[in-house]
């Protein structure tokens, strides 16, 4: 297999899709990886590291789509790139098609095989999305701190407090892995933390692990009570099988928040969890809407890319094997949990909450496999 690795060009992406030392793995393994030059650099990988690993350097994107057949990546492909993409290609990588329509319709135009790390699921867990889920909601509390200054537009309150000062009211919606990471992180910081979810299990889980955590369930009245009350909002909600995230926060609820108040919507990749949610940049983070700034950075995890790039290798390491040793066909029909991350194939669309998103015929990809290898 010839494996492609190319630069990311989404804004502040310096994220990369393999590292030099899982670049070895494969190499051993007897395929050739081409590597983007400076594609790594961001993440502190040099092209000398990835040379010494046994990758080929590529001076270009387009000579790198041309030569590779499996395309592994971070984020989705911009409209720079729509022109490199071939039938023959197998995209590998966060897709989040819910809310990338025109991406949608290039990758069905194009035929190309496109696999997304968040719907790849193991046991309704999902082991791609799993590391940087835990960076955003790691990283959640920090950057929504760091707004809520006055000089970056929030209301003044440090999340700690100080002596005889209550700590920032942090309210947390959802309690899986990023959730329960972000109130870890909120709770360090001296914040004052309640986590909101639809289910008890998780949120008795959660106080085992964090006593001090506040926990209640959600209800939709719930949740515009304690919007009130909130001086930071962070939204991990999301929806397994790549539909968009469901907009719980509506306008009038943020009319009745607090002027200043920091809302992080980690949710944005899929659309966010507010009617206000539209995605930002890092160079461009943040904006205000009803008085409340909104952080919507739709790849927060690129702003720590040392940590995040070896994190993410280290989960799809052994898939990319997978689809390398066995080929892509063979290795989407005997992995079931891989196969659940095909959204397009071959110009059909075989993730069910994509195509019911756009009103497009959805087709099993069983068949779709089935009539490639008629």
């Given amino acids: 297999m010839i494996i492609g690795v190319p630069k990311?060009?989404?804004?502040?992406e310096f994220r990369v899709g393999i590292t030099p030392s899982n670049v070895t793995c494969l190499v051993k393994e007897a395929h050739k990886v081409v590597v983007q030059s400076s594609a790594g650099v961001g993440s502190g990988f040099s092209d000398a590291e990835y040379i010494k690993a046994?990758?080929?350097?590529?001076?270009?994107?387009k000579e790198l789509y041309d030569e590779a057949w499996l395309i592994v990546k971070v984020k989705e492909p911009q409209p720079s790139e729509y022109g490199f993409l071939k039938e023959n290609h197998t995209l590998f990588c966060y897709l989040h098609l819910a809310a990338m329509c025109e991406l949608t319709s290039v990758l069905i135009e194009k035929k190309v095989c496109a696999i997304a790390?968040?719907?790849?699921?193991?046991?309704?867990e999902l082991p791609l999305l799993k590391p940087m889920s835990e960076v955003a909601g790691k990283m959640s509390p920090i950057v929504a701190a760091y707004h809520l200054s006055r000089y970056q537009g929030g209301e003044g309150?440090?999340?700690?407090?100080?002596?005889?000062?209550?700590?920032a009211n942090v309210l947390v919606?959802?309690?899986g892995n990023a959730g329960a990471n972000a109130a870890k992180i909120a709770i360090g910081m001296g914040a004052d933390v309640t986590v909101i979810n639809r289910t008890m299990p998780k949120l008795e889980q959660l106080q085992k692990e964090i006593p001090n955590v506040?926990?209640?369930?959600?209800?939709?009245?719930?949740?515009?009570e304690m919007l009130k009350s909130a001086d930071i909002v962070i939204s991990t909600v999301l929806i397994h099988g790549g539909a968009s995230a469901p907009k719980l926060i509506t306008r009038n609820m943020l009319k009745e928040m607090k002027e200043g108040a920091v809302f992080v919507d980690i949710a944005i990749d899929q659309g966010?969890?507010?009617?206000?949610?539209?995605?930002?940049?890092?160079?461009?983070p943040v904006f205000l809407e009803e008085g409340v700034l909104h952080y919507c950075v739709a790849n927060m995890p690129g702003a720590y890319p040392k940590?995040?790039?070896?994190a993410l290798s280290n989960a799809t390491i052994s898939y990319v094997r997978k689809l390398a040793n066995e080929g892509v066909l063979n290795a989407v029909k005997n992995d079931a949990s891989l196969a659940l991350g095909v959204n397009i194939f071959n110009g059909a669309v075989t993730n069910r909450a994509v195509a019911e998103t756009y009103n497009l015929e959805f087709k099993e990809l069983e068949a779709c496999l089935t009539s490639e290898q008629q």
């Fill in 8 to 12: 990311e060009v989404k804004s502040s």
């Fill in 54 to 61: 046994g990758a080929t350097i590529a001076q270009s994107a």
């Fill in 117 to 124: 790390y968040e719907t790849v699921s193991v046991e309704n």
């Fill in 157 to 167: 309150i440090l999340i700690s407090g100080a002596g005889g000062v209550a700590g």
């Fill in 173 to 175: 919606i959802g309690a």
């Fill in 214 to 224: 506040k926990t209640l369930l959600y209800s939709h009245e719930k949740l515009g």
């Fill in 272 to 284: 966010g969890t507010a009617e206000s949610s539209k995605p930002t940049t890092h160079t461009n």
């Fill in 307 to 310: 940590t995040s790039s070896v």
